[in-house]
Nanobody, 124 residues
């Protein structure tokens, strides 16, 4: 049973940077779409960034565009989310999710078969 393992996260001050990463517990042989969601207390879950590892296509929500960068590490299934110019409103639990195939135009709403346990990001 494959699980997504997240790392990174933590507490930073506004304006600082932070990186979270996510990787499947077993190596995947096919390209996949991985998305980062976040959910703040009392708010709905929001998809913030996605990447299709097959072609390197990336997608961002308007709320993080220009500040966050999603990427895939070379020779690895690990996907990272580099967060810069962090704001207090970025405070949330961040989850990664993945599914095989492309992300598609509606990447924020497609079905993802694999989910991480979540990692907390706090910006003060």
């Amino acid at each position: 049973h494959v699980q997504l393992v997240e790392s990174g996260g933590g507490s930073v001050e506004a304006g600082e940077s932070l990186r979270v990463s996510c990787a499947p517990s077993k190596e995947w042989s096919n390209p996949f779409c991985m998305v980062w969601f976040r959910q703040a207390t009392g708010k709905e879950r929001e998809a913030v960034a996605a990447i299709y590892t097959g072609a390197g296509e990336t997608y961002y929500s308007d709320s993080v565009k220009g500040r966050f960068t999603i990427g895939a590490e070379l020779f690895s299934d690990t996907v990272y989310l580099q967060m810069s110019s962090l704001k207090p409103e970025d405070t949330a639990m961040y989850y990664c999710a993945a599914g095989f195939g492309g992300c598609g135009l509606h990447w924020w709403g497609r079905k993802y078969d694999y989910w991480g346990q979540g990692t907390q990001v706090t910006v003060s």
